[in-house]
């Protein structure tokens, strides 16, 4: 997205996006009164753009025999348009393991629903997978519907979900006790990769975020985290905050506010040592944006050897929710911190953590007697 000045306090927002009944590329414009807040009228903007382009490009008619690859080509095309960059090309990845399990050149008005369910059973998947897949391949489905790229899509009530763990015990394996944590902590063996662990641990933050920080961004005088993009992955550059909730200020505790200094440090330290300048709060190594597999890797192996399983980094996020659940902290707090208006698996960590300190208070309890 692009703007240029109009009249007066105007200003006009452009975009591109491709005419599914040409395949050119064509741009489509948006006038905005400026409110002097240059993110509140390009947020205005986007969603304006978003509209104008989802009518611009409706199909009007049902294509003859399309195949599976050309339907997720389409979706794909669809979201480059319409959605965050992560978000898309997030999407993007899953749709190439759709086209592996349904076939590139299967006929979509073919599929049945035995069809769907023997392709993702293939390969024996757990029920989590299973169901993913499920989840992602009924999106699709309803949005070539909804495009007029399918007549019916009937069959996708018949694809039932696989039993899988209760949300509240997967939960419970998504975050670290306290002891766990120690036991982490004491045997990460990189400095750079510790020193981020405790501090995804401590505030919260996704992993992008944290990626996304300059120096400026950490306000240890103030003791506030400013939160207002993120690191993209896929394709590798820094985008706009996740949601409207994500933008927002972190409170630094006192232990984050060690941290954080100890990370100011090493990054000063390294600087000097290897003779490189950078803007960012915790650049890896040579001043660059932290390469998030190389940490995943580090972390995935870290936490199978000394804790016995495997985490992703998303892990700390769960585990700084339980922390704050434990500390007595208010979901609600919980949420603005983490930058969201409401989330399933923050509400039930928050839910099993508080249930789990009720039982040993309970335990606690049946120890009080009169004699």
């Known amino acids: 997205m692009w703007k240029q000045k109009a009249t007066g306090k105007s200003v006009r927002y452009f975009e591109r996006y491709i005419d599914p009944m ?14 002097g807040g240059k993110r509140a009228d390009a947020a205005a903007a986007e969603i304006k753009l978003r509209e104008k382009i989802a009518k611009l490009t409706a199909r009007v008619s049902l294509p003859d025999r ?8 389409k979706r794909i095309a669809y979201q480059m ?13 899953y749709m190439h393991t759709l086209i592996r ?22 390969d024996d998947p757990e029920a989590c997978t299973y169901n993913e897949r499920l989840k992602h391949f009924k999106s699709l ?30 939960d419970a394996e998504k975050y ?53 993009k993120t690191y993209a992955r896929n394709p590798g550059v820094i985008s706009t905050a996740k949601t409207d909730t994500s933008v927002r200020d972190v409170y630094i505790q006192d232990e984050l506010l060690d941290v954080c200094r100890k990370i100011r440090a090493f990054t000063r330290a390294e600087q000097l040592k290897l003779a490189y300048r950078t803007d960012l709060f915790l650049p890896h190594e040579g001043g660059g944006y932290i390469k998030y597999d190389v940490y995943a890797k580090y972390f995935r192996e870290n936490t199978e050897a000394i804790l016995g399983r ?6 700390l996020r769960h585990t700084h929710t339980a922390m704050l659940a434990e500390a007595g902290v208010p979901l609600e707090a919980i949420s603005r911190r983490l930058g969201h208006a409401g989330s399933k698996v923050t509400r039930e960590i ?18 009080v007697k009169i004699l």
């Open 22 to 35: 040409t395949g050119a590329s064509k741009i489509a414009s948006v006038t905005i009164q400026s409110s």
């Open 66 to 73: 399309i195949t599976f690859q050309e339907l997720t080509e």
């Open 81 to 93: 348009q319409v959605d965050k960059i992560q978000t898309a090309k997030s999407s993007e990845c």
């Open 101 to 122: 399990l349904i076939g590139s050149d299967t006929l979509v008005e073919r599929i049945t629903a035995p069809y769907v369910a023997d392709r993702f059973a293939q």
């Open 141 to 170: 489905m309803r949005w070539a519907y909804r495009s007029d790229l399918v007549a019916d899509i009937s069959y996708l009530d018949k694809l039932q979900r696989r039993k899988d763990l209760s949300i509240r015990i997967k």
């Open 176 to 228: 670290m006790e306290h002891d766990e944590i120690q036991k982490l902590m004491d045997g990460m063996r990189v400095e750079r990769w510790r020193l981020l662990t405790e501090f995804l641990i401590l505030s919260g933050l996704r992993i992008g975020e944290a990626i996304a920080l300059n120096s400026e961004d950490v306000d240890l005088d103030n003791r506030v985290i400013h939160i207002t």
């Open 310 to 315: 495997r985490l992703t980094p998303h892990a």
């Open 350 to 367: 928050y839910l099993h953590v508080t249930a789990k300190m009720r039982e040993q208070e309970n335990q606690m309890l049946k120890t």
